[in-house]
């Protein structure tokens, strides 16, 4: 737990000089946007699910096409029509 506070202190240091900031707000503020900034880049967005499905190789092909489809549908993206 000592090694966690003494990293985070580290990095709030960093923070202070690389920005410029003096007040406590800004400095929470700015760490708090990059480990958000940092959480959604790692989350992996909308393709979370599609690139899951290629770790999987028990998962049969119509799974895998399930799994494509949840990932895209939420992008609306203009689909050719089917046959």
Known sequence: ????AKERAAVRTALTRALSLS????????LAAAIRAAFQEESGGPFRA???AGFEPDLALGQRRLRFDRATEPLGLPLPAGE
């Open 1 to 4: 737990m000592l090694a966690l």
């Open 23 to 30: 007040e406590t707000a800004e400095i929470d503020a700015a």
């Open 50 to 52: 599609d690139r899951a």
